[in-house]
Structures are given as C-alpha cells and as structure tokens.
C-alpha cells in the first residue's frame, strides 16, 4: 500500500528479456534503499513492483506481460524518468490518499494550461474508468495522488502546484503523453457492495 506522495525520481537503468516476462533494473535517485530488503514492494510511477535485486544506487523488479500490456510500462525506454514510492509503514503520515499499486487503465494528457502559479491538467480516461472519477475525489496519475476538480464526460481536470511539477516525472509530460491511472478504491467496493446478490443459487 502506498500514499501517492513521490519520494524520489528515478531512471530506467535497463530492460531485459527474461523467461518471456521482462525485468527492468530502476536507478533509484536519492530514494534511500537502505530499510529495502528482496521482495519488498516499490511504486514505479503508480505500478506495484516487486524488488527481486539490489545494489547501491538501484534495484531490479520483473513485470509480467499482463502489467506490461494495461500501464505505460511497455513504452519506457532506457533512461525514462520515473516517480518511486516506497511502500506505506503503520507508522507514516497518510499525506496522499490510499493507493494500492494497481494501475486501473491508461489514460492520456488532453491539455496543459497556467493557472496563476499552478498549471491545470486535463485528462481524458477509458470510458470503462470514468465512471470511478468524481469531482473532489481522489486519483492516482503516474503513481501521484491528486484531487479531481472537475470531470466532464471522460475527461476530467487537476490542478498541479509547482513543488508538484518539479518533483515529479509530470514536467516530462504534455498533451498526448499516456498516464497511468488508479482510481480511489473506495469507489470500487461502493459499487461492487451495491450490486445485487451474485451467488450461484441467487
């Protein structure tokens, strides 16, 4: 679990091949590895990986075709910046909102627009995750968490600051750009627990 506050930048260091599946080495950037162990999870831009090896300045995670095929994952290349989040202790401020790790779908960068000093975002989601976006609720956009302040049809808008822009991978963004996108889960078991029963003798 995570909180959608980015700890440090990051860098694609290597892709590799393996078994079918691929393994991507991150360079870590300041984020301190030092209370990392294997198997401990990290957040590469908003996806949950596994660490499988570490060294000093980074770590290895292998990602499945099935992670490859529904993130942004599949279009890093050696040397694309990338947002990292450890995962959240019982003990840290919950400063974000809870995110699990789980990208939902890709959406895209519609537009970029200042708004005094902050910059206003739009973004256009998959019809199948737009109905989760509401205004004032929570997301998760490349692992960030933001607050949704309007939505319009599949679109809808946030506002960056500029500590946001800066210490983010959003500054290497702009319209067109895919994004990663995890809904607020909340609104997931919302629905789920308001369908009607879905047993087999119901």
């Known amino acids: 679990m995570f909180t959608g506050i980015i700890q440090a930048l990051g860098h694609v260091r290597a892709i590799e091949p393996v078994g079918g599946d691929t393994r991507l080495t991150i360079d870590a950037g300041t984020l301190d590895l030092a209370d990392v162990a294997l198997g401990d999870s990290i957040a590469v831009s908003g996806v949950c990986l596994t660490v499988v090896a570490l060294d000093s300045g980074g770590f290895a995670a292998d990602v499945s075709r099935e992670t490859l095929s529904c993130t942004t994952l599949e279009r890093w290349q050696v040397g694309s910046r990338v947002n990292l989040e450890k995962a959240l202790r019982l003990a840290d401020r919950l ?54 302040n309007a939505v319009d049809g599949l679109r809808f808008g946030v506002n960056l600051i500029p500590h946001t822009v800066a210490m983010t991978t959003f500054g290497d963004l702009g319209p067109g750009a895919p994004v990663n996108l995890e809904v607020d889960m909340m609104a997931r078991y919302i629905e789920r627990l308001t369908q009607p029963d879905l047993s087999p003798n119901a």
Do not use: C, M
Not at 109 to 127: C, I, K, L, N, T
């Open 95 to 148: 400063g974000g909102h809870l995110v699990s790790g789980h990208v939902d779908g890709v959406g895209s960068v519609v537009a970029v627009s200042d708004d005094a000093r902050s910059q206003r975002w739009d973004f256009e989601a998959p019809r199948a995750l737009a109905r989760y976006i509401a205004a004032k609720g929570s997301i998760a956009i490349n692992g960030v968490s933001l607050t949704v």
